[in-house]
């Protein structure tokens, strides 16, 4: 029986910081891809230098360069997913996609059986330790990634349709995002009523992306990517805990 040093429920950059840190780390995501924090909900497309305080971050950031996902202020989160990617095969990390916790039970060795469900149906995955990096702050976002020929005009309309909402550019020229308040979970439900809206106004501007929703960084785990601008910084900071959490 292989018992895991630790188990983390969500894949991020601070979860695979924390597993190049504890290479006994086996990561479990839900969803089919790596980077729920960053590339999967497009939470941002401002660049916020960081420099790396581990020879670890740095070769993460010689990807990101490697890729040209920083520029003039702007990183293509877009690519985030390629990269993480690229590093998660280079250091051989422990990542399970498309795996999902169904019930955890701490053992009287004090060892978790964690029941998870996979493509192959349900199986067991020990461990000593489990961290959980869901996200259950208050806060919810639903990105729109769109191409506008003239953001000046649409920019009013979208704003005014969208309460609370904020646009920023994105990494091409062209292309925008707006980021909007979430008040529902049911994400096909946002969606139409977002391309309702959209086309009752008739904003002259392409739907391109409808991101799942995500969280903010209010009461939210210190190893979510949520509380971090820049992928390297989260990284990082799964690295630091992990080396604290060994201690």
Not at 21 to 30: F, M
Not at 69 to 98: H, P, R, S, W
Not at 228 to 239: K, R, V
């Amino acid at each position: 029986m292989k018992i895991h040093n630790t188990l983390i429920i969500g894949s991020g950059y601070s979860s695979i910081g924390y597993a190049t840190a504890s290479p006994e780390t086996v990561i479990c995501e839900e969803h089919q891809v790596c980077d729920t924090g960053f590339c999967l909900p497009l939470r941002s497309y401002r660049y916020n230098a960081y420099s790396p305080k581990t020879e670890e971050g740095s070769q993460l950031l010689d990807i990101f360069n490697s890729l040209s996902l920083f520029k003039d202020g702007k990183q293509n989160t877009n690519g985030f997913e390629f990269a993480m990617c690229k590093y998660i095969v280079k250091k051989q990390l422990n990542v399970l996609l498309k795996c999902r916790v169904v019930r955890i039970v701490r053992q009287p060795d004090l060892i978790y059986d964690v029941t998870v469900h996979t493509n192959e149906g349900l199986t067991h995955l020990f461990a000593k330790k489990v961290l959980d990096m869901s996200n259950t702050s208050d806060e919810r976002f639903y990105t729109v990634l769109f191409v506008c020929d003239d953001i000046e005009k649409a920019k009013d309309k979208l704003l005014s349709a969208y309460c609370g909402s904020q646009i920023e550019s994105a990494f091409y020229a062209g292309r925008y995002a707006l980021h909007i308040p979430a008040h529902d979970t049911d994400e096909n439900r946002i969606k139409l009523e977002i391309y309702e809206k959209w086309c009752s106004l008739g904003i002259d501007a392409k739907i391109l992306y409808m991101s799942p929703v995500f969280y903010g960084a209010e009461n939210a785990d210190k190893l979510c990517d949520c509380n971090y601008d820049n992928p390297i910084e989260a990284f990082e900071a799964g690295y630091f805990y992990a080396k604290e959490d060994d201690k």
